[in-house]
C-alpha cells in the first residue's frame, strides 16, 4: 500500500485533475491525503464530493492560512498516513497510470527514490482545464504540444532503477518509507518560504542519518506539470540557502522543528 500526500493550495481544477488521474492507476492499493496549506470551505465540499466518486479513501489535514507552512502541513498529513510507504507531490501535478505501481513496487529498504515531470505548455494547460479531460495525456499529442522536458513522458517499464547520488529530490515527485522520514522528524518546518531548502533539507538529512542511496525511477514514477506562472525569485532562493547552509553546517541530521518539537 501507498499513502500519496498531495501538497495543496486553493487549485481545485488542479486537484480534480489529479484526483481523475489516480481513478485510472494499474494499482489500487493507496490512499490519497490532501495536505492543505490554508483552510479553504470550497476544497471541503469538492473532496466531500470526490469521495462518492472513487474507490480510493480520501483523507483531508489543513491548518489556518498564515504564510507558507508547507513543511508543517506535509509533516501533519504523514501523522495520519496509514502505509508505510510514502509519496509525495505537488497539488499541480497529474499523474501517469502507472505512478503508484512504480512507487509501490520500488520503494524498498536502504533507499529514497525521486521521478520526474514533462512541463505542460500553457495552451495545452488551458485545454485540460477548460476540458477537464485526461484524453491529452497521449503520448502523440504531448510531442505535439507546447510543453518542455517531452523526453519525461516515455514511459520504459523495464528500465533500471538507478542509484544517482548526484541529483536531488524535488517534492512535487518523490518517495521513501516512512520509517526512514519519521527516523529524520519529517519535514523541518523552519523553512517559511517556497521554492528552496523544505525539499533538499530532508534529501541531505535522510543520507546523512540512514545512508540512503536517492534512486532514480526516470521514465517510470511520470507526472504531468501544469503550466503556472513560476513564484521562484532570486530573494526567496537566496534566504532559503542561508537556512539550508547553516542546517547542513551543522550536521544535525533529526531536526528539532519538524513532526516533534526536540529540545
Known sequence: MVSLIISFYKNIPALDLILKSLGRQSCKDFEVII???ADN???????????????????????????FRKTKIN????????????????????????????????????????????????????????????????LPRLLLSDSKEKQEALY??????????SREIWGCNWGVLKKYLVGVNGF????????????LDVGWRLKAQFGLKLTSLKNRAIQYHLHHPMNWNDLIEAQGRIIFDKKRMAGNAVCSNGIKKLP
Open 41 to 67: 470551505k470550497e476544497t471541503k465540499v469538492f473532496l466531500d464530493e470526490q469521495r462518492l466518486k472513487y474507490f480510493f479513501h480520501i483523507e483531508h489535514v489543513w491548518h489556518e492560512d498564515v504564510a
Open 75 to 138: 509533516n501533519d498529513a504523514v501523522k495520519v498516513s496509514k502505509s508505510e510507504k510514502l509519496v509525495f507531490i505537488d497539488g499541480d501535478c497529474v499523474l501517469h497510470s502507472k505512478f503508484i505501481e512504480t512507487y509501490n513496487t520500488c520503494i524498498e529498504e536502504g533507499k529514497y527514490f525521486y521521478g520526474r515531470r514533462v512541463m505542460l505548455g500553457p495552451k495545452i494547460t488551458d485545454k485540460l482545464y477548460a476540458s477537464r479531460n485526461l484524453k491529452y495525456f497521449n
Open 156 to 165: 520504459i517499464p523495464f528500465r533500471r532503477s538507478r542509484t544517482n547520488d
Open 188 to 199: 523541518d518546518e523552519d523553512y517559511t518560504k517556497p521554492c528552496f531548502g523544505e525539499d
Open 35 to 37: 495536505a492543505e496549506d
